[in-house]
Nanobody, 121 residues
Framework: QVQLVESGGGLVQPGGSLRLSCAAS????????VGWYRQPPGKQRELVAA???????NYADSVKGRFTISRDNPKKMVYLQMNDLQSEDTAVYYC???????????????WGQGTQVTVSS
């Protein structure tokens, strides 16, 4: 059974920092592309940052220089360090894991339940 469990969300003032964590189980973590998506109120879910099994990282333009994604393969953990948070960062943040299914040349995605991040004074 695949599980992705996020933690670390909360309320923070503008300019503050938060660190999100995601614990994965039931997958071959080392080969997964893992990342963070977010869904602001009334908007669609969007990619925030992702990292491949080989360590390549990708960030949304809006968070470059402020957010850092990292992974710990032995612990099957992925983290998102968020600095200089702004009100527009307010959203539900979801952990994602994408795995290849080479037999059918497709990929499968798994999602966590989400954690709320609210940036407000």
């Amino acid at each position: 059974q695949v599980q992705l469990v996020e933690s670390g969300g909360g309320l923070v003032q503008p300019g503050g920092s938060l660190r999100l964590s995601c614990a994965a189980s039931g997958i071959i973590f080392e080969i997964a592309t893992v990342g963070w998506y977010r869904q602001p109120p009334g908007k669609q879910r969007e990619l925030v940052a992702a990292t491949t099994g080989g360590g390549t990282t990708n960030y949304a333009d809006s968070v470059k220089g402020r957010f850092t994604i990292s992974r710990d393969n032995p612990k099957k953990m992925v983290y998102l360090q968020m600095n200089d948070l702004q009100s527009e960062d307010t959203a539900v943040y979801y952990c994602n894991a994408e795995l290849p299914i080479p037999q059918v040349n497709k990929k499968i995605n798994f999602w966590g339940q989400g954690t709320q991040v609210t940036v407000s004074s």
